[in-house]
């Protein structure tokens, strides 16, 4: 009984012991945080501006008409309010208020709630990094249209380039009934994507999209390497 007894002390102590080691990893975690001083927004309208920024991107505006189309038209936006108002808005502004409330990142933020949530915010900080990294496309096709869109006349209205198909067709009223592929899908297919027929088959580097891409990194790199308040002007 007296070696159980001690055995059991000691575990207790151990606990203790580790428990406290935990508490001081994460206290000075909160103070070298707490340190370093953070940033913020010159004015109201800059902050709510990329609110909007970051909740309205070139994603939505070029998807939302797809899906509207593809599921319903107007009926779509039935349950896309309902899902906006039971869902989209109390979640954005349970996020805002957490932030504005600590100020902190997502990191410190989830180790003030609950330290074995702290997990989470190395996941967000993952899930951005991520979608930065394949989002970053979206951007290189704006610039590469606009680019394109000097010509004159625009590449994605004839059929007369050296991307297009047989298959191409300039649809008009006198023709409504003609099949085929349009101008302006076969300059996305052929021109700006050079789609292959597998998926295995992964083409050529487009050197032209790798420095738009390059352009696009330096262009986000100068919108916020001096902080938030360089970037909301």
């Known amino acids: 009984m007296a070696e159980t007894k001690s055995d059991i002390e000691m575990m207790k102590k151990k606990e203790e012991e580790a ?5 001081s990893e994460v206290a000075s ?12 927004w010159g004015k109201k309208i800059e902050f709510l501006l990329c609110c909007v920024g970051y909740a309205v991107g070139v994603g939505n505006v070029l998807r939302f008409p797809y899906l509207c189309y ?7 936006l039935i349950p896309y309010f309902l ?13 805002f ?11 410190v933020v989830f180790l003030h709630l609950c330290p074995l949530l702290s997990g989470i915010g190395y ?7 991520l979608v930065s990294t394949y989002y970053i496309s ?11 869109s000097f010509g004159n006349p625009l590449p994605w209205l004839t059929c007369d380039n050296v991307w297009n198909t047989p298959n191409c067709v300039v649809y008009n009223r006198s023709n409504p009934n003609i099949t085929g592929t349009s101008p302006s899908e076969e300059f996305l297919n052929q021109k700006v994507l050079n789609m292959t027929s ?15 891409l390059l352009l696009s990194w330096i262009v986000i790199y100068f919108c916020s390497f001096k902080g938030v308040q360089w970037t909301g002007k």
């Open 83 to 95: 899902c906006m108002a039971l869902c989209g808005i109390p979640l954005i502004a349970l996020e």
């Open 70 to 76: 593809e599921n319903g038209g107007g009926a779509f």
């Open 123 to 129: 996941c967000m900080i993952m899930i951005s990094f």
């Open 29 to 40: 975690v909160l103070e070298e945080e707490e340190e370093e001083e953070r940033e913020g």
């Open 138 to 148: 979206l951007l290189v096709w704006v610039f590469y249209y606009l680019f394109n």
């Open 97 to 107: 208020a957490i932030g504005q409330y600590w100020q902190k990142g997502p990191t």
């Open 198 to 212: 597998s998926p295995s088959d992964i083409g050529i580097v487009k050197w032209d999209l790798v420095l738009i």
């Open 19 to 23: 428990n406290a080691n935990k508490d």
